[in-house]
């Protein structure tokens, strides 16, 4: 059976999944029955400083996206941080990791922008005998109208300077969490490295409104008449994620800062994906909400299954091996040429592959040949553009199959086996200035 054990930061759980900071780590008895059901380790829900705690709306927080089926595809909420007192949450953490020393504890901060604030807060935090610290540079809404969350998590400059005082301050690990709201994730993750973080955790929610309601004409959730905007989560923001991942896993500036991946982990799948582009451990957060504590159970003993049939017996045998196959558009062979194949035999003859190609594509596929319905790819129009198997409602009906030799009946040029990509083409004019 394979070890899924993990070893983040020095920090060591029995298993890489973890609960994300969040309405299931907010108190001692939610974290208690997470780690009975298996859960690896917890973020402890943003604390904020001493004194009166956070008010948070007391009507509907969360708006939601479904499939056609009702499964839940997101979630937006405007939930703040915890609004229990600050001794408490010290307390319980205390004596949540006494009671679980196996299983990892991070406790999530976010304080005004200040050095005293950070200074008073850390040693506390730093004596409940947690493993590190988590600091909330994303949340979207609520805090960060009050200069906190993802107004700080937006600007590189507060991101190290913070980072440097926790450093100063603080024995334990520390992990900046990064906003999704931003133009390009690598100046943050830079700016978090610079400042000492020892890790990044991504993404936080992005900033978002998923309806409105059209009898009161008002976003959802709704609360007396007037809604706002909030952080979205959820299985449908997991693209997002993992191409945020993957530009800091490859940064040649942020290549090799240990990353906690965050964001629509439903699957043991999901977190093997994660972890093929370099994080070393997952949160999550809306599949608990969704589905409650025990869903670790299918995920811990999915990517265990996954990994004997691989021959992966650590998580470090397939860790971050995604990361160089990721590249840039004008690194992409152009001289790889596919064209897609229907299986007659699996074809239901529902005829979407049809209406897609013809209505939106490249007309490369027949709806009828000799008077009979019959959908057949025609090479000499196939651009390989696989739409068709994308829509197809049949797995593995239609597949892409690799030319390699002779000549591409689209194009009536031969296949040229060496690769080439639009740095060298000639259609670019960049490459003409080069050569000259």
Same mark, same amino acid.
């Given at each position: 059976?394979?070890?899924?054990?993990?070893?983040?930061?020095?920090?060591?759980?029995?298993n890489?999944?973890?609960?994300?900071?969040?309405?299931?780590?907010?108190?001692?008895?939610?974290? *208690?029955?997470?780690? *009975?059901?298996?859960?690896?380790?917890?973020?402890?829900?943003?604390?904020?400083?001493?004194?009166?705690?956070?008010?948070n709306?007391?009507?509907?927080?969360?708006?939601?996206?479904?499939?056609?089926?009702?499964?839940?595809?997101?979630?937006?909420?405007?939930?703040?941080?915890?609004?229990?007192?600050?001794?408490?949450?010290?307390?319980?953490?205390?004596?949540?990791?006494? !009671?679980?020393?196996?299983?990892?504890?991070?406790?999530?901060?976010?304080?005004?922008?200040?050095?005293?604030?950070?200074?008073a807060?850390?040693?506390?935090?730093?004596?409940?005998?947690?493993?590190?610290?988590?600091?909330?540079?994303?949340?979207?809404?609520?805090?960060?109208?009050?200069?906190?969350?993802?107004?700080? @998590?937006?600007?590189?400059?507060?991101?190290?300077?913070?980072?440097?005082?926790?450093?100063?301050?603080? !024995?334990?690990?520390?992990?900046?969490?990064?906003?999704?709201?931003?133009?390009?994730?690598?100046?943050?993750?830079?700016?978090?490295?610079?400042? @000492?973080?020892?890790?990044?955790?991504?993404?936080?929610?992005?900033?978002?409104?998923?309806?409105i309601?059209?009898?009161?004409?008002?976003?959802?959730?709704?609360?007396?008449?007037?809604?706002?905007?909030?952080?979205?989560?959820?299985?449908?923001?997991?693209?997002?994620?993992?191409?945020m991942?993957? *530009?800091?896993? !490859?940064?040649?500036?942020?290549r090799g800062?240990?990353?906690?991946?965050?964001?629509?982990?439903?699957?043991? !799948?999901?977190?093997?994906?994660?972890?093929?582009?370099?994080?070393?451990?997952?949160?999550?957060?809306?599949?608990?909400?969704?589905?409650?504590?025990?869903?670790?159970?299918?995920?811990?003993?999915?990517?265990?299954?996954?990994?004997? *049939?691989?021959?992966?017996?650590?998580?470090?045998?397939?860790q971050?091996?995604?990361?160089?196959?990721?590249?840039?558009?004008?690194?992409?062979?152009?001289?790889?040429?596919?064209?897609?194949?229907?299986?007659?035999?699996?074809?239901?003859?529902?005829?979407?592959?049809?209406?897609?190609?013809?209505?939106?594509?490249?007309?490369?596929?027949?709806?009828?040949?000799?008077?009979?319905?019959?959908?057949?790819?025609?090479?000499?129009?196939?651009?390989?553009?696989?739409?068709?198997?994308?829509?197809?409602?049949v797995?593995?009906?239609?597949?892409?199959?690799?030319?390699?030799?002779?000549?591409?009946?689209?194009?009536?040029?031969?296949?040229?086996?060496?690769?080439?990509?639009?740095?060298?083409h000639?259609?670019?004019?960049?490459?003409?200035?080069?050569?000259?």
């Amino acid at each position: 059976m394979a070890d899924l054990s993990t070893n983040f930061l020095g920090i060591k759980s029995p298993n890489p999944f973890w609960l994300a900071s969040a309405p299931p780590t907010d108190k001692a008895y939610n974290v *208690e029955r997470a780690f *009975e059901a298996g859960w690896g380790g917890v973020v402890w829900k943003t604390l904020g400083e001493a004194g009166p705690p956070v008010v948070n709306v007391n009507g509907p927080r969360y708006g939601a996206i479904w499939g056609p089926d009702r499964r839940l595809l997101g979630l937006n909420n405007i939930e703040l941080i915890t609004d229990r007192d600050l001794e408490i949450n010290l307390r319980e953490i205390t004596e949540v990791k006494k !009671r679980w020393p196996d299983r990892a504890m991070i406790v999530s901060i976010m304080v005004p922008c200040d050095e005293q604030s950070w200074k008073a807060i850390l040693p506390r935090v730093e004596d409940t005998g947690a493993d590190g610290i988590e600091l909330n540079f994303g949340c979207p809404h609520g805090m960060s109208e009050r200069g906190m969350g993802a107004s700080v @998590g937006q600007v590189p400059e507060y991101i190290q300077m913070v980072a440097e005082w926790c450093k100063q301050y603080c !024995r334990l690990p520390v992990i900046v969490k990064l906003t999704p709201n931003i133009t390009d994730i690598r100046y943050p993750a830079r700016a978090a490295k610079a400042g @000492g973080a020892d890790a990044v955790s991504l993404i936080n929610t992005i900033s978002s409104i998923v309806s409105i309601d059209l009898d009161n004409f008002a976003p959802m959730p709704t609360i007396d008449g007037k809604g706002s905007h909030g952080g979205y989560c959820g299985p449908a923001v997991k693209p997002i994620a993992l191409n945020m991942v993957a *530009e800091i896993a !490859r940064d040649a500036e942020t290549r090799g800062l240990p990353i906690s991946g965050i964001g629509g982990i439903q699957t043991w !799948r999901d977190a093997a994906e994660y972890i093929a582009l370099g994080c070393g451990t997952v949160q999550v957060c809306t599949a608990a909400m969704t589905y409650g504590f025990k869903i670790v159970q299918e995920m811990t003993q999915g990517l265990s299954d996954w990994m004997d *049939e691989k021959g992966y017996a650590t998580l470090a045998d397939f860790q971050g091996r995604a990361v160089p196959n990721v590249t840039d558009w004008q690194h992409l062979n152009l001289n790889y040429i596919t064209k897609a194949k229907i299986d007659q035999d699996l074809c239901i003859k529902c005829g979407r592959c049809h209406i897609a190609c013809e209505d939106t594509s490249h007309q490369a596929i027949t709806s009828m040949v000799d008077g009979v319905r019959h959908f057949e790819v025609m090479d000499d129009e196939c651009v390989g553009c696989n739409l068709c198997v994308n829509v197809c409602p049949v797995d593995d009906c239609i597949t892409m199959v690799e030319m390699t030799e002779g000549t591409d009946p689209r194009t009536g040029r031969p296949i040229d086996p060496d690769y080439a990509n639009w740095t060298t083409h000639p259609n670019n004019p960049m490459a003409k200035q080069a050569a000259e």
